[in-house]
């Protein structure tokens, strides 16, 4: 069974940075994708960004574009969400998940993923 650990949440102040951690168990299929989603309270959980572990190819959402920067270490089976000029809105528990890439598929998609970590909790106060 896949298992996912995320950690590293916090509390951080507005334009700072914080680094969560995904950690994967042995992932059986050939193409899949680790993603980061969150939700805030009161909001449906959204996309954050996913990393495809055939080719590296990144997605960002467009909230989090040129913030931050999803990357994994195949070695440690850890992927990591680097998450620079933080703000307030970004207040969330975040979530990794896995998913099988299929025929048609949608990066970002909640629906897309079968396999979700525990939340880390990241808040950001200004």
């Known amino acids: 069974e896949v298992q996912l650990q995320a950690y590293g949440g916090g509390l951080v102040q507005a334009g700072g940075s914080l680094r969560l951690s995904c950690a994967v168990s042995r992932f059986m299929f050939d193409d899949y994708a680790i993603g980061w989603f969150r939700q805030a309270p009161g909001k449906e959980r959204e996309g954050v960004s996913c990393i495809v572990s055939s080719n590296g190819r990144t997605y960002y959402g467009d909230s989090v574009k040129g913030r931050f920067t999803i990357s994994s270490d195949h070695a440690k089976n850890t992927v990591y969400l680097q998450m620079n000029s933080l703000k307030p809105e970004d207040t969330a528990v975040y979530y990794c998940?896995?998913?099988?890439?299929?025929?048609?598929?949608?990066?970002?998609?909640?629906?897309?993923?079968?396999?979700w970590g525990q939340g880390t909790l990241v808040t950001v106060f200004s």
């Open positions: 998940a896995a998913g099988v890439i299929g025929s048609s598929w949608f990066p970002l998609i909640v629906d897309e993923y079968d396999y």
